[in-house]
């Protein structure tokens, strides 16, 4: 079994919908992390947590929000979907900080705002 | 201009060929450096982290220039398996904190 899944894996939506995207981790991390990969440019980092009580923006957390359920689980959610947040979304988690610790992704989603 | 910058390529190679990728990063404060491996519609898994002596595993050495600002990723006795994009990340500390993601670097190895 993946040790970080998320749902869906791939979502075709029209504009102005709410997506809510999960992530699940089995790995026992406690930081978490959301990134969007767009063509020709690198990860950009949404949001992340590092712990159930710690939520924190990213570069780009515009039009997004998350919900941190549980040690286990990371939410994203896109409350107005627009076309220009067409992209790969990623989740990751990492047990230590990033300056040293390897970032766990899952699989991604796929997501079209028409 | 991007924080971290690489060729994107794509660098097409024959299998047993060497092949070398750099990446260049702009903020002095990077921290730590690292390759990460991502295959086509896969998610990103780290190939290797890079020390300020450089460091090999197998058939990759990743070096290190603090000088001039740049990483790079010599891959060695090309492999078919090989083919993918390759990613350089940066941690930047001093307040910042976050880790860069360069765009990537696509390696196509054939027969």
């Known amino acids: 079994d993946a040790d970080v899944t998320q749902t869906p894996r791939n979502r075709i939506t029209k504009t102005g919908k709410r997506i809510m995207l999960e992530c699940s981790q089995t790995?026992?991390?406690?930081?978490m992390y959301w990134y969007r990969q767009d063509p020709g440019l690198g990860l950009r980092l949404i949001y992340y947590s590092f712990d159930v009580k710690d939520i924190n923006k990213g570069e780009i957390s515009d039009g997004y929000s998350v919900s941190r359920q549980a040690q286990a689980k990371f939410s994203l959610s896109l409350e107005s979907a627009i076309p220009n947040q067409t992209a790969l979304y990623f989740c990751?988690?990492?047990?230590?900080?990033?300056?040293?610790?390897?970032?766990?992704f899952g699989p991604g989603t796929r997501l079209t705002v028409l | 201009r991007k924080e971290v910058e690489q060729d994107p390529g794509p660098f097409n190679v024959p299998e047993g060929a060497t092949v070398a990728f750099n990446c260049t990063y702009s903020?002095?404060?990077?921290?730590?450096f690292f390759w990460y491996r991502q295959d086509c519609r896969k998610e990103p898994k780290l190939l290797m982290s890079?020390?300020?002596s450089g460091n090999e595993d197998g058939r990759f050495t990743a070096q290190l220039n603090r000088a001039s600002q740049y990483i790079s990723l010599l891959i060695r006795d090309s492999k078919l398996s090989d083919s993918a994009t390759y990613l350089c990340v940066v941690f930047l500390s001093g307040g910042y904190n976050k880790l860069i993601f360069g765009a990537g670097t696509r390696l196509a190895v054939h027969p």
């Open positions: 790995k026992g991390h406690d930081r």
């Open positions: 903020n002095s404060a990077s921290q730590s």
């Open positions: 890079v020390y300020s």
């Open positions: 990751a988690t990492s047990h230590g900080p990033p300056r040293t610790d390897t970032q766990y």
